[in-house]
């Protein structure tokens, strides 16, 4: 039953005989509750509706002696049921629960959007290099080293994966991943390879792999949907990990960028398994071998983004979208997301480890170490 059609359905024009002052006042209240109730923004939902309904009828015609609607008129046979039940409550009673229920409903909608006009935001302990917060239903990761255009060092990476741990568990419906600043990204910080003495180099490209598969296992393990809001530039791994998300909203700011061969590495966030699938294999080769750097609008048309905006209207856009999305059933979002994702785990755990022991070997080899002193020769020339 339509929350409109109820209204409608409750409140028809009536008219009462009145005797008494007491009478009088309860009618008066009654006739105001019926104008309350056409206030209401919120549907109370069905069962409240047919309580409505039923109290209605019996506060104005008395006891139900209609016949009974047949087993198929299921709307019929539902407010027919409920007027039935109240059996011999009086008018004056019927009026009087009609009442009250309709200043509960008023009371409860109003406490309700006071919440919502200014809903807490709530800001979780214990992160330096990412901002988590969340308002809303939706938990907030925000890549947070915007001085570093938010290069992701190796603190990062296991704050986002506290992070990713603690948001699946959480009572948010969704997760969004986002950048504060001009950037989304510049990707790996190409510190982690920095001061790495000779000896060293084997333990380093070792606990790198480790670290790199625990992470990119906890986007292919997230149990609710992970939204990606691209505020800037997405350089490397930060692309890649595109693919695990469930959608992708972009600034028209954006460039999607993966210059793996240029640093002498190779694919991870199992790009090498889903770009293809993506976009097609001609596309993902242009990408991750060649380097082409996307705009948003290219990213979008090869379906790697789902949509999107304009810069000046991104964020607030991307938000209300979102919070409306929050409020759907959160469970059923869950099972939804984790049935679709089912189909392709096990492949996907495959692919991420063995993206990782190619990237194992590759950190050794001359060409990215190479790679890495020009970035850092550049910088220094500049
Ligand atoms: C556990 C390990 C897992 C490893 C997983 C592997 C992932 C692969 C990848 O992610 S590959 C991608 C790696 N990223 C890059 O190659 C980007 C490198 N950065 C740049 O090319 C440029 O900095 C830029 C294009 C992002 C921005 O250029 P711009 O000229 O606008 O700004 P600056 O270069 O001056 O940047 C400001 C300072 O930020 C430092 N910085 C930016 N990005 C990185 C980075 N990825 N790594 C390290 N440092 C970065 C930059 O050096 C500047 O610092 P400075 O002020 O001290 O010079």
Redesign the pocket.
């Known amino acids: 039953m339509e929350f409109r059609q109820a209204q409608a359905v409750c409140i028809p024009a009536v008219h009462l005989h009145m005797t008494t002052a007491t009478m009088q006042v309860s009618q008066k209240d009654f006739e105001k509750a019926q104008e309350q109730l056409k206030l209401l923004k919120k549907d109370p939902g069905n069962e409240t509706k047919l309580k409505l309904y039923a109290l209605f009828k019996q506060a104005t015609e008395g006891p139900c002696n209609s016949p009974k609607p047949g087993m198929l008129d299921f709307v019929k046979k539902a407010k027919w049921d409920a007027w039935n039940s109240l059996g011999n409550l009086s008018q004056d009673n019927a009026r009087q629960k009609y009442t009250e229920l309709v200043s509960s409903l008023i009371s409860a909608e109003s406490a309700g959007q006071t919440k919502d006009a200014s809903p807490e935001e709530s800001r979780h302990d214990g992160y330096e290099t990412i901002i988590v917060t969340t308002k809303n239903n939706i938990t907030k990761i925000m890549f947070n080293r915007p001085?570093?255009?938010n290069?992701i060092n190796?603190q990062m990476?296991r704050e986002i994966i506290k992070a990713l741990q603690e948001a699946g568990k959480d009572d948010s419906t969704i997760a969004v991943i986002t950048g504060n600043g001009e950037?989304y990204t510049?990707?790996?910080?190409?510190?982690?390879f920095a001061n790495v003495q000779p000896n060293d180099m084997e333990k380093m490209a070792k606990d790198?792999a480790e670290?790199?598969k625990e992470f990119v296992s906890c986007f292919i393990d997230f149990p609710k949907p992970l939204i990606a809001v691209v505020n800037g530039p997405a350089?490397?791994?930060s692309v890649t990990l595109l693919g695990l998300c469930d959608i992708v909203y972009a600034s028209d700011r954006a460039t999607f960028h993966t210059?793996?061969s240029q640093?002498g590495?190779s694919p991870?966030g199992c790009s090498s398994y889903l770009f293809p699938k993506i976009m097609g294999l001609a596309k993902a080769n242009e990408m991750l071998l060649f380097n082409k750097k996307l705009t948003a609008a290219e990213a979008c048309a090869w379906g790697l983004v789902t949509e999107v905006f304009p810069d000046g209207t991104f964020q607030k856009e991307v938000w209300e979208r979102l919070k409306a999305y929050a409020s759907l059933p959160k469970n059923s979002l869950a099972v939804s997301k984790q049935l679709l994702r089912s189909m392709e785990k096990e492949k996907l755990h495959a692919v991420n480890s063995q993206e990782c022991e190619v990237l194992k070997e590759r950190w050794l080899s001359d060409e990215c170490l190479n790679a890495i002193v020009s970035?850092f020769q550049r910088?220094s020339k500049l």
């Open positions: 001085e570093r255009k290069a190796h990476y950037y510049s990707g790996n910080d190409l510190n982690n790198g670290l790199l350089i490397g791994i210059p793996f640093l590495q991870e970035f910088k």
